[in-house]
């Protein structure tokens, strides 16, 4: 029940990572089975092309001999026209079945790489912050494009030519047999050595396969960092370690790779020779029971061309196991995200409309990775359009408090209820739609400034829009080439700092939430635009339909709230309004001492009072 304290908490919102390295096989692909089973007829069908194609290979070598043994000896035109025609048919049809292969698993790997990655895509928003606290985005870029990219390729072409050539190898030893049984053992010896390489490659293979995939996602990551903070690394000058950094890891994929693709060359080269060496010796054999009658010429013959024919799906198998291990891998990485438990799931109640009381009761917060609490104990009431300004020190807490209230975050210990009801009982997309959060670092989307300002409205009005940009000071938008059909840079980077904040406060106050959440939304803007937009915010927060949590830096945004919260080392140390803390408690006084005159303005609260 939405109230019940004794209710288990998650200590942690996700589990760690599984460590790198572990073994892959099979049963990694069996967990898209989801997404592979509506393709399944395409897949099947596509393979049955492909070994329709083999067994057309197969057989001209069988109709050579007929020819040769038949027609050829007994000088039968008739004959040879027969069988000329059907080798003919056969030649045609070959192609046309690779075709059909082709255009059919390229369709069904495709859909299913395609469906995999948007239930990937759609996890991975589902996901809590502190996964992707935890995760680099390169670890999950790369799992979301090139990991997946394997998968497609193993099911469209090496899952199918692996089955085949292994199903070829299998139906030409036969053959072989049949033809002329010492050569033939000979052939089924030679297999042997092949299985023992297979299996003693498979495990460097897979280990080497995973770090190569692994330091991708490493590499991938220094690039996405080094992209997103270039400003950064520009202004300290530090271009030469950032690349040193990415040179580093760029250099151990490189080895990695490397000593990966030494490992399958030596393997390659063993599977060609097997064969050839093969083929020497059943030359001179053949040629010796040709010469005394043993065999027909046609036998021998047919013989050499199957043999011949198996030196490609033997080779091939090489790179087709390195597939599948690369498969293996990929499919284990992509599922390390999906398996990943979502401890932050939605409640069964919905609120259709909220008064917006927000109550903390004995809330406790600790980071998955860390070992003490960042909140403790933290009881704190904001009544139905009251507007309390949290105040503290830097690290004291206040970004991870607010982040409890819309569930960016799950509490530890205690609850945290809206309206009565525990925020962890309602539908996730209800509990955000009646908070909305204004964050210090706004991240605008690379869309039209429209889209960027009614993510959380899409069917607001123009009048609404035009409200918000006026009371968020960002009619600035109006002004741009295409006015607020203008597309915004990356991360709305076109835009200077005061202007995204203003333009993601009024995304924030368009989304008309029963509670708005400012986490130090106005630190960026000039003082003379923070006046107007506090002055506008005043008649949003003050009316007593908004109920407004306004973490504050600065005394001159503490002075839009009726109550402020002092939160020191995660805990609530007073509660008041400005003037009551500002007289009696000292800490509270020296943490606005840096751009305030308390003393004048103590005394001028005594006057007024
Ligand atoms: N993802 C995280 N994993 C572990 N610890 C974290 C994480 N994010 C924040 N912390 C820690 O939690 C504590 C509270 O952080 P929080 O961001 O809530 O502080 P804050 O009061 O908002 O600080 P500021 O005023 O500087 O923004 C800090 O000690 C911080 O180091």
């Known amino acids: 029940m939405s109230s019940d304290p004794a209710r288990p908490l998650g200590e942690q919102d996700v589990l760690a990572p599984p460590p790198r390295g572990r073994r892959h096989n099979w049963t990694s692909m069996w967990r898209f089975r989801r997404a592979i089973v509506p393709w399944c007829g395409r897949f099947a069908i596509s393979y049955l092309a492909t070994l329709g194609a083999v067994l057309a290979t197969l057989a001209i070598p069988l109709l050579t001999r007929w020819v040769i043994d038949g027609p050829v000896a007994r000088s039968d035109y008739i004959g040879l026209y027969a069988l000329g025609a059907l080798v003919l048919a056969l030649g045609i049809v070959e192609p046309l079945l690779l075709f059909l292969r082709r255009w059919l698993a390229s369709r069904a790997g495709l859909a299913t790489e395609n469906r995999i990655r948007t239930t990937l895509y759609h996890r991975l928003q589902r996901l809590p912050m502190s996964f992707h606290g935890q995760w680099e985005s390169g670890q999950l870029l790369s799992r979301i494009m090139t990991?997946?990219?394997?998968?497609?390729?193993?099911?469209?072409?090496?899952?199918?030519?692996?089955?085949?050539?292994?199903?070829?190898i299998a139906i030409v030893v036969i053959l072989l047999i049949q033809l002329y049984w010492p050569l033939g053992i000979i052939v089924a010896i030679s297999v042997v050595p092949i299985v023992w390489l297979c299996l003693h490659m498979e495990r460097q293979y897979t280990r080497l396969s995973r770090q190569v995939q692994d330091q991708t996602g490493d590499v991938a990551s220094s690039i996405e960092e080094g992209v997103h903070g270039l400003r950064v690394i520009k202004a300290f000058g530090r271009n030469a370690y950032a690349f040193d950094k990415m040179n580093r890891r760029a250099t151990l994929l490189y080895e990695t790779s490397v000593a990966r693709t030494r490992l399958?060359?030596?393997?390659?080269?063993?599977?060609?020779?097997?064969?050839?060496?093969?083929?020497?010796?059943?030359?001179?054999?053949?040629?010796?029971?040709?010469?005394?009658?043993?065999?027909?010429?046609?036998?021998?013959?047919?013989?050499?061309?199957?043999?011949?024919?198996?030196?490609?799906?033997?080779?091939?198998?090489?790179?087709?196991?390195?597939?599948?291990?690369?498969?293996?891998?990929?499919?284990?990485?992509?599922?390390?995200?999906?398996?990943?438990e979502?401890?932050?799931?939605?409640?069964?109640?919905?609120?259709?409309?909220?008064?917006?009381?927000?109550?903390?009761?004995?809330?406790?917060?600790?980071?998955?990775?860390?070992?003490?609490?960042?909140?403790?104990?933290v009881d704190l009431v904001v009544e139905p359009g009251?507007?309390?300004?949290?105040?503290?020190?830097?690290g004291s807490g206040k970004t991870t408090l607010t982040a409890l209230i819309p569930r960016l975050l799950d509490v530890t210990g205690g609850q945290v209820l809206l309206d009565g009801v525990d925020v962890r009982d309602l539908r996730l997309d209800n509990l955000r739609t009646l908070v909305a959060t204004a964050f210090e670092d706004p991240t605008l989307f690379s869309m039209s400034a429209r889209e960027n300002l009614t993510l959380g409205r899409p069917d607001a009005t123009e009048a609404e829009i035009d409200a918000a940009l006026d009371l968020a000071q960002a009619g600035f938008v109006r002004d741009l080439p295409w006015g607020l059909d203008t597309r915004i840079g990356e991360q709305g980077m076109s835009l200077s700092g005061g202007q995204r904040q203003r333009?993601?406060?009024?995304?924030?106050?368009?989304?008309?939430?029963?509670?708005?959440?400012?986490?130090?939304?106005?630190?960026?803007?000039?003082?003379?635009?923070?006046a107007l937009v506090e002055e506008a915010l005043r008649t949003v927060l003050g009316r007593g339909r908004t109920t407004g949590i306004i973490v504050a830096h600065r005394a001159s945004?503490?002075?839009?709230?009726?109550?402020?919260?002092?939160?020191?080392?995660?805990?609530?140390?007073?509660?008041?309004?400005?003037?009551?803390l500002l007289s009696g408690v000292p800490a509270y006084r020296e943490l606005l001492s840096a751009e305030f005159d308390c003393e004048a303005e103590l005394d001028e609260l005594e006057a007024a009072r």
């Open 386 to 394: 009251e507007t309390l300004a949290l105040v503290g020190g830097t």
């Open 342 to 377: 979502n401890l932050i799931t939605d409640g069964p109640r919905e609120l259709t409309a909220a008064a917006g009381r927000v109550e903390l009761r004995e809330v406790a917060f600790r980071f998955p990775d860390g070992d003490v609490d960042v909140l403790d104990g």
């Open 557 to 580: 945004t503490v002075l839009l709230a009726d109550r402020v919260a002092l939160l020191q080392e995660g805990r609530i140390a007073a509660v008041g309004t400005h003037a009551e």
């Open 147 to 168: 990991d997946l990219g394997y998968l497609r390729r193993f099911l469209g072409f090496g899952l199918n030519f692996l089955v085949v050539n292994i199903v070829q």
């Open 503 to 530: 333009l993601a406060l009024a995304r924030a106050v368009l989304a008309r939430p029963a509670v708005l959440v400012l986490d130090d939304t106005l630190s960026a803007l000039d003082i003379h635009t923070e």
């Open 264 to 340: 399958s060359a030596r393997f390659w080269t063993f599977l060609e020779v097997i064969p050839t060496l093969t083929l020497i010796i059943v030359l001179g054999i053949g040629a010796y029971a040709a010469a005394t009658g043993a065999v027909t010429l046609g036998t021998l013959i047919a013989f050499v061309t199957l043999l011949l024919s198996l030196i490609w799906p033997v080779a091939a198998l090489g790179f087709l196991l390195a597939m599948a291990q690369e498969t293996f891998t990929a499919a284990d990485r992509v599922a390390e995200i999906l398996d990943t």
